[in-house]
């Protein structure tokens, strides 16, 4: 089975200073790896992706994450916070090798409130 | 505009009653989803379905009801609603291999 474990319910940081939100995940294979960003009243909308080759991905509204396969972590971060980046971030993983159903779906987790203060 | 859309986007209901909400993409994927967001933002997946073909039915009521008439729709009907139903309810959509879901902006249910 696979999971996504995000440590953090809350972030809060100071506007213009760096930012990380942790992820951790476990899958039987290779991990698929997402992030999704939630605004208020909004659907999710999505981040980035780690499918393969460089551990480094950069997305969108200036994130990126690492994808660490020994820590089998995949951490966001972004160097400079804005306040228009407090919303709830999900992490998501999908084994790469999955051939049932269940497998094949992404997997979320709990998800983590970022706050950036003025 | 390309989108995942989904009505209504607001619905408030008495126990008891049948609603449905209805769900279209227009991104020409082939596999669509239903996820259920509780009060505490917590994420799960319903239902998934590939060309029209349920593939994933999660631990989920009977009362719920998925219907693929198309590619392109996925409708999910609710049956005998309860309080315990009230959510955010999305609909997604994504190419199988890709993996990635497009979502929708979600349907508010409140029951009363």
């Known amino acids: 089975a696979q999971s996504v474990a995000q440590p953090e319910d809350q972030v809060n940081v100071a506007e213009g200073n760096p930012l990380t939100v942790k992820c951790t995940y476990s899958v039987s294979g290779n991990p698929y790896l997402f992030w999704y960003v939630q605004y208020p009243n909004r659907g999710l909308q999505f981040l980035l992706k780690y499918i393969t080759g460089d551990n480094l991905v950069k997305g969108s509204y200036g994130f990126e994450a690492e994808f660490n396969k020994s820590q089998t972590s995949f951490h966001l971060k972004k160097p400079s916070a804005l306040v228009s980046d407090s919303a709830l971030y999900f992490c998501?993983?999908?084994?790469?090798?999955?051939?049932?159903?269940?497998?094949?779906?992404?997997?979320f987790g709990s998800g983590t409130q970022l706050t950036v203060l003025p | 505009d390309t989108a995942v859309s989904q009505t209504p986007k607001y619905l408030v209901t008495q126990m008891g009653n049948d609603k449905s909400i209805k769900c279209e993409q227009n991104?020409?994927?082939?596999?669509m989803y239903w996820y259920k967001q509780d009060s505490k933002k917590f994420l799960k997946i319903m239902f998934s379905y590939n060309n029209k073909e349920l593939i994933i039915n999660e631990t989920v009521p009977n009362r719920f009801s998925p219907k693929s008439p198309d590619k392109a729709h996925l409708n999910l009907h609710i049956n005998s609603l309860e309080l315990g139903d009230s959510a955010v309810y999305f609909c997604?959509?994504?190419?199988?291999?890709?993996?990635?879901?497009?979502f929708g902006p979600g349907t508010r249910l409140t029951v009363l």
């Open positions: 997604a959509s994504s190419q199988v291999r890709a993996g990635d879901p497009f």
């Open positions: 991104l020409g994927h082939d596999t």
């Open positions: 998501a993983v999908r084994d790469r090798g999955g051939t049932s159903g269940s497998a094949r779906q992404l997997t």
